[in-house]
């Protein structure tokens, strides 16, 4: 394809903020290249995205799709943040009837490419007859996806038990430090499930129907991942690259976040540890008190953002012990629901983050040198993510039983310090301290876009071999 074409590219994203924010950064790029960007989603996950700047306006136009009522979904819920794990099969089900709206947007506005993302396994269906090409673009890692295998695995019945999930696949060919699910992460993962389509159902039909497959991920992070990637897929796989986010923050939130400042500016340099689990993971008041407790125990400064849980799911306000943010008010700050994260891990007294092990959060940690304490939320890819990074010396994981996830205060509290404070957590924190230079580097991150533009632009099916 001339590079001089200019195209029309359509954004389809999955409905959680995690997914919606990589999707519009790309998107952002490729309007800045000159590209025409359809970002379609829902009004109310539109209207959580930051503003554009004015320079992108003319390129980048965003289109509202009402997100169809089915039976199970509370009214006026668009996202995975408002509703508890058990109700995301529903809003799937909700998101799968958007297929008759974008097939007639499709139908009318000349669209050469759709991004899209792991849940819409119909697409091909619609996009195939109109000439327009497909990439998937997973916004997990390469580890995590190859974890996955290739559409047969995914597709098949490879997996007959819960077990199966718990032990290194057979096509794993590079040595990858035991990255696989616990019992108790994939019994918790299962009631995210939508019984009538499964997940990996919908990512085996997109990876055979789509163009090609790109990662939010880079080479010098999972060289020989993406490389196997490629043959499992027996297709193109583009890594995007990290997608570094840059340091923004509303001006609505300025003064909570002078107030944070404030209290970070009186701590010693990498003294203070960051506790913040993403609203969509869902802990026990048992977990979340035995939490707390290591916390306290560990003796450290901390700033932990406790979140309320979604519609439905029971109190959580309530859910850290009674008096603690009073007994630790010396040296804690607990906040409630939202904290401006990326400043907090920019500050240059935080020098750890206890983290639920989200992609997203693990790539702000570590474009700050945030060593990290590993403590899986046990939804997607998280489990797989701890022990990735496990694996690769830049955090370490909370110990926990593999069957039910239980743990103790007092692992909590050692695990916190070895990783904060004790000599034999060095190696830890000079390791994450290295990968400052892969995750927070700009030039990197923008060469990678560059090179999946590059891709889309000079696309040519009969170019294509693996």
């Not at 006026?76 to 008759?100: C, F, H, M, Q, W």
């Not at 109109?130 to 597709?155: D, R």
């Not at 890594?239 to 944070?260: F, R, T």
């Not at 695990?415 to 390791?431: C, D, F, K, Q, S």
């Amino acid at each position: 394809m001339d590079r001089t074409k200019k195209l029309h590219i359509a954004m389809f994203p999955w409905l959680a903020y995690g997914h919606t924010m990589p999707l519009l950064e790309v998107s952002k790029f490729l309007a800045q290249r000159g590209h025409r960007i359809s970002y379609i989603c829902t009004p109310k996950n539109i209207s959580r995205l930051p503003k554009l700047p004015p320079h992108l306006s003319s390129n980048l136009s965003f289109v509202e799709f009402s997100l169809p009522h089915v039976h199970g979904l509370p009214p006026g819920v668009e996202s995975t943040s408002e509703v508890p794990i058990n109700k995301v099969p529903y809003l799937k089900r909700a998101y799968d009837k958007l297929r008759d709206p974008l097939s007639h947007f499709l139908k009318n506005s000349n669209v050469n490419w759709i991004i899209h993302d792991f849940a819409p396994y119909w697409l091909p269906g619609i996009a195939a007859p109109l000439g327009i090409n497909l990439v998937f673009f997973s916004i997990f890692n390469a580890s995590s996806s190859a974890f996955g295998g290739p559409p047969s695995a995914l597709l098949g019945d490879h997996r007959k038990r819960l077990e199966d999930y718990t032990v290194i696949p057979e096509w794993i060919d590079y040595p990858c430090n035991n990255v696989a699910f616990k019992l108790y992460e994939i019994v918790n993962y299962q009631q995210f499930m939508d019984d009538d389509m499964f997940d990996i159902h919908r990512i085996g039909r997109l990876i055979q129907g789509c163009q090609f497959v790109t990662v939010r991920t880079c080479f010098e992070f999972e060289w020989d991942v993406i490389k196997l990637l490629i043959k499992l897929y027996q297709k193109p796989v583009v890594p995007v690259g990290l997608l570094p986010p840059l340091l923004s923050l509303p001006s609505n939130e300025d003064n909570k976040w002078e107030a944070i400042k404030s209290w970070l500016d009186s701590k010693g340099e990498k003294s203070v540890l960051y506790i913040a689990f993403d609203s969509e993971v869902n802990l026990s008041e048992e977990s979340m008190h035995q939490l707390a407790f290591g916390i306290g125990k560990s003796n450290l400064t901390f700033i932990w953002v406790v979140r309320n849980s979604p519609v439905g799911e029971g109190q959580m306000n309530d859910i850290i012990p009674p008096g603690f943010e009073k007994r630790v008010s010396n040296r804690g700050l607990v906040l409630r629901d939202w904290a401006p994260q990326l400043r907090i891990l920019a500050h240059s007294s935080v020098g750890g983050f206890l983290t639920h092990c989200g992609w997203s959060s693990i790539i702000e940690a570590l474009m700050y040198s945030r060593a990290l304490i590993l403590f899986s939320g046990g939804n997607s890819d998280q489990g797989l993510n701890a022990r990735l990074l496990h694996g690769k010396k830049v955090g370490l994981e909370i110990e926990r039983n593999e069957v039910d996830g239980s743990f103790t205060s007092d692992l909590v509290a050692a695990t916190i310090r070895r990783v904060m404070v004790e000599p034999e957590g060095e190696v830890l924190r000079a390791n994450a301290q290295a990968m400052r230079e892969i995750f927070g580097n700009e030039e990197l991150s923008n060469n990678y876009l560059n090179e999946f533009t590059r891709f889309i632009e000079e696309f040519s099916p009969s170019a294509c071999h693996c």
